[in-house]
């Protein structure tokens, strides 16, 4: 079981921000990687649609005879996360849990931020997550529906993108936010920006570190850490062909793509 | 047959501005429009797996009896059309043609620029188009990726759209180009903005007044049109839940959306 793959899913390109951490953090792990890229974003969709393609994409990972699932996409992990692990039988670890811990670990006065994606903010689980770690904070969210488009096209440091900051985050920093929780696998590309705007006062959290951290404690409580380092680089499947997932994915790996096949999920 | 619905599809909320057009042009008709808000945008998908979506939208539509398919998406208009023309045994309608044709109306110089989504400007479907037409003018295409979240979340007229378009338009404006389709259902929404960073000399062509006059052709044509005036409102078709349909896609109608259905196309 051990020697099995670690698999992290996403609906598209994001999520490499939670692989490029896992690889840092567990270097000696194989790692299966799926992106859903016909079907993304699910930052936009339903609960019930949502729920529906994370199960279709645990249920692939499962076929890759993973050990464990990591759910990759805030949104998913916000509405999806529950229902997943109670219905496969490995670990299933979501990216909103890790985050929420890490806000309220570096928070001083207990005023958090939280943005992303409409669906993540709808589903208010990171509030949930948060509260259930301390009553009394102040959180307030916000979607942010321009930053995952902006992050794409390579705007992350344009101008466009200050200004759409400025727009968003207005009404968390009129609250006095000393932390924010950038609640979309997006959102780490465009820090330097986001820094800029909230000020140097405001504690930003990326959440895929602190999910690799969760990632390592669980297979060490578990026993399921590798024996022998794997020889591996990454596997790579997508739901549409790869082209773009290439071009696009290689700033949020911090490396070059290669070994991407295309997979059907529906 | 005559008495048949027009059926209308898109990825999501964009056709409706087809759809508008449609009212406008032909108030006796009666009209089914699916939006696959499941798996929208269609823009930032390969040709394969637009096509695919497009023929399952195409089978529903058919399930509901059209007299005729408007494809009131510019992506699947432009690496579908035919592929739906050769499968289904009613008029298929896009909104590429009708544009383009537009386009060579009112250029005075040849000089015409596309805007569109990623999927619609790889296609070169528009340059195909006008070239049919004319052929010695002089053609230059952009991909606009920001346009659409710009439209839907209501910013059409912020200072954020505007430089975007800045941005966007500019090396076309380089060109000197005297007309500019608006190749993507969601840009009539940003015209004003458009309009002032082109400058009053530059034409904008919005395809779904065109695909409209189209369709009034075709059914007139084939004797297809209504004996008696429908009295039935339009049926919407959605393959997520309604609610983000009905709350973005009444800027697109112009009116207010009710009777919206879920149903399942994958």
Redesign the interface.
């Known amino acids: 079981m051990s020697e099995r793959a670690v698999g992290v899913f996403d609906s598209g390109v994001g999520g490499l921000t939670v692989l490029r951490a896992l690889r840092h953090c567990l270097p000696d792990e194989d790692l299966v990687y799926l992106g859903d890229?016909?079907?993304?974003p699910y930052g936009?969709?339903?609960a019930?649609?949502v729920r529906r393609y994370a199960v279709e994409a645990a249920h692939f990972l499962m076929e890759q005879r993973v050990k464990l699932i990591v759910v990759a996409c805030n949104t998913a992990s916000a509405v999806a996360l529950e229902y997943l692990a109670e219905r496969f039988p490995v670990p299933v670890v979501g990216v909103i849990e890790p985050g929420a811990r890490r806000a309220l670990e570096v928070s001083q006065q207990g005023r958090i931020g939280v943005i992303g994606t409409?669906g993540t903010v709808r589903s208010q689980a990171y509030e949930k997550a948060i509260r259930q770690g301390r009553a009394d904070v102040s959180i307030s969210a916000a979607a942010c529906?321009?930053f995952?488009?902006?992050a794409?096209?390579g705007?992350a440091d344009?101008?466009?993108a200050r200004?759409?900051a400025q727009?968003y985050l207005a009404p968390l920093l009129s609250q006095g936010i000393d932390t924010l929780v950038l609640g979309c696998t997006h959102y780490p590309l465009l820090k330097k920006t986001l820094q800029k705007v909230a000020g140097s006062s405001v504690k930003l959290i990326d959440s895929a570190e602190e999910t690799a951290k969760t990632v390592a404690t669980l297979l060490q409580r578990d026993d399921l850490r590798r024996r022998q380092p794997s020889q591996e680089p990454p596997r790579f499947f997508v739901?549409?062909?790869p082209?773009?997932f290439e071009k696009v994915g290689g700033a949020f790996l911090g490396d070059t793509l290669d070994r991407v096949t295309t997979i059907s999920l529906?």
Chains 1, 2 share one sequence.
């Open positions: 890229t016909a079907r993304v936009t969709k339903s019930p649609t409409e529906p321009l995952v488009p902006l794409e096209e705007w344009h101008e466009i200004i759409a727009e739901t549409d062909i082209d773009r529906d």
